[in-house]
């Protein structure tokens, strides 16, 4: 039997029967979402109503203008005329809706949207300072004459990498806080945490305190890091998605550069602590004020309150029920059974969520792997072991400064020229440049002398940083984008703690990479993992201008046509 979905804000009720197609109609005069039905059996028609979205029966002489479906999915409106005060619309085969017409003329309050994106920007920023801090603080604490606690090279690499194996831990604890509790209450936990962390770091007096605490801030950031862009993606009307989720990336890039900043000057890194501590306060008092997020409410079966929570945030002059009654149809009916963890397993091993999942992880990992998280820790030794004339914190600065550049660019493009094309160009300038920083590290090794190519370094570095804060912002996006609501949080998870892994292996093993294939050859090989990215890249559909309900809806018309385009 084919199925036809019709759906339309016209008051007008539109259907046709024809063999044993199933065809669905829609109208809504301002009050409800109504759908009626005719099966080959003849059996009656029922209107959804979109409070309850209960069934009752449709009266025959309800149904006006005539409508056929075709069996390849293919909607055709059969006596209604272009202009038609009723118009009948159907929903494109690639998964797009032609209504959004309709939508255009719907008011939308970004108020509270706005709002929120500041709210957790600020957790964002946190984030920046937790992992821009050793790019600047690791010089003073190897210092050799210090009167304060010192690092060798092995203890410093491990401060640098043990964040992100926090970073893992923290999103194997998140991704069931995230499913039980959801994003906003996950915050409520991680944020205390984080100010505890950050002030235990200033206080601390043994080397093996202040590694744990290193840990401890990288458990949360693995908490805050997934919560807040899932929250932002599910609360985010989907014609301005893609800027409020890179304001999180833009405000995390200014972390580095607050924290660069700080390290620059003579507070010294327990003072410098102190100051990332007060950084969290404002947000975790703001969170009380927001309300959960609709689709994680959805999945909770908790349907009422996300319909307020769509309201809060859409606005009371828009009409936010066709947009629940898409999150309810594809979480489905029995949302709250699907949050067990071998439930949640059985959903990811769906044929085309297993693939979509298998494809985020590659570029997600390999986008770890690139060199970027090595530039960014090791940002002043890096710069101090070039032959070039440059003062290595002035350089941080620079490279902070157009990491915020980078993500401005970003927030420009990311809805107008979309996902895809961001992400494949920026890694491949990124490849070009840490190839460069590689090429540069070579001849200073093999020919000792590489003060003629002195701008060379600071200059891959700052290239690189920008086409990052570009393109990586891409990474996080199109992660809960492209993976459905039921296993969105799971799905995100999973792949942060494969990330995390990944960034804990390649900061803690670059000082022994580097000493048995040189600078140049662990560079190399970075750029090798940042091409990979490229390739990754140009497999990931686009996903610009649709609800995350259109992504899943079109990722799975595509499994089913062929498995090889899911």
């Not at 029967?17 to 109609?25: E, H, M, Q, R």
């Not at 004020?289 to 002059?317: D, I, M």
């Not at 970003?410 to 094309?421: S, T």
Request: charged share 15%.
């Amino acid at each position: 039997m084919a199925e036809c979905s019709l759906e339309s804000w016209s008051p007008a009720l539109v259907t046709r029967t024809s063999g044993d197609d199933k065809v669905v109609v829609s109208g809504i005069d301002n009050v409800s979402y109504e759908r009626t039905v005719t099966d080959p059996g003849d059996t009656p028609c029922y209107r959804f109503s979109h409070d309850r979205f209960k069934k009752e029966p449709v009266a025959g002489s309800e149904l006006k203008a005539p409508v056929q479906c075709s069996r390849n999915g293919e909607n055709k409106a059969d006596g209604v005329r272009q202009g038609s005060p009723h118009p009948v619309q159907a929903i494109e085969q690639d998964g797009k809706d032609p209504r959004d017409a309709d939508e255009e003329r719907q008011t939308i309050n970004y108020t509270w949207q706005i709002a929120a994106t500041v709210v957790l920007s600020l957790i964002h920023l946190s984030i920046g300072t937790v992992y821009g801090y050793p790019g600047v603080m690791l010089p003073e604490l190897t210092n050799p004459n210090t009167t304060d606690i010192y690092l060798d090279p092995n203890e410093a690499a491990l401060f640098g990498s043990l964040t992100n194996l926090g970073g893992a831990f923290g999103a194997v604890l998140g991704g069931v806080f995230l499913v039980r509790l959801g994003q906003r209450a996950t915050l409520l936990v991680g944020l205390p945490l984080t100010t505890a962390a950050w002030l235990g770091l200033a206080f601390a007096d043994l080397v093996w305190l202040i590694q744990a605490l290193r840990f401890v801030l990288g458990v949360t950031t693995g908490f805050a890091a997934p919560a807040t862009g899932l929250y932002i993606l599910e609360i985010s009307h989907k014609k301005s998605r893609g800027v409020f989720f890179g304001v999180l990336g833009t405000v995390r890039q200014m972390g580095f550069l607050f924290v660069y900043a700080l390290g620059s000057t003579t507070l010294g890194w327990r003072n410098v602590s102190l100051v990332c501590a007060g950084v969290t306060l404002v947000p975790f008092v703001a969170l009380f004020y927001l309300p959960n997020a609709p689709r994680w409410l959805v999945t909770q079966g908790r349907v009422e309150e996300a319909e307020k929570s769509l309201v809060f945030f859409r606005g009371k002059r828009y009409d936010s029920t066709p947009e629940l009654k898409a999150i309810t149809d594809q979480v489905g009916q029995k949302a709250e059974q699907n949050n067990g963890f071998i439930t949640q397993i059985q959903l990811m091993l769906e044929p085309a969520t297993l693939k979509t999942l298998a494809l985020l992880i590659a570029v997600s990992v390999l986008s770890s792997l690139s060199g970027y998280i090595i530039v960014t820790t090791f940002t002043v030794p890096i710069l101090q072991s070039t032959q070039a004339d440059l003062n290595a914190y002035v350089s941080t600065i620079i490279v902070g400064a157009v990491r915020v550049g980078g993500t401005l660019v970003h927030l420009a493009v990311v809805d107008r020229i979309g996902r895809k094309p961001l992400l494949v160009s920026s890694y491949i300038l990124g490849t070009l440049c840490v190839a460069g920083l590689g090429g540069y590290f070579y001849i200073q090794n093999t020919s000792g002398d590489a003060s003629h190519l002195g701008w060379l370094p600071l200059t891959s570095m700052v290239v690189l940083i920008f086409c990052m804060g570009i393109g990586q912002p891409v990474v996080s996006i199109v992660q809960g984008e492209l993976l459905p609501t039921a296993v969105r949080a799971s799905g995100v998870s999973l792949i942060l703690i494969l990330m995390f892994l990944a960034g804990f292996v390649l900061v803690q093993t670059f000082p022994l990479l580097s000493g048995a294939l040189g600078e140049h050859g662990a560079f190399w090989i970075y750029s090798g993992a940042s091409f990979a990215v490229v390739v990754g890249g140009l497999c990931l559909p686009e996903t610009r201008g649709r609800s995350l309900e259109e992504i899943s809806g079109r990722r799975v018309r595509r499994a089913s046509l062929s498995p090889s385009l899911a």
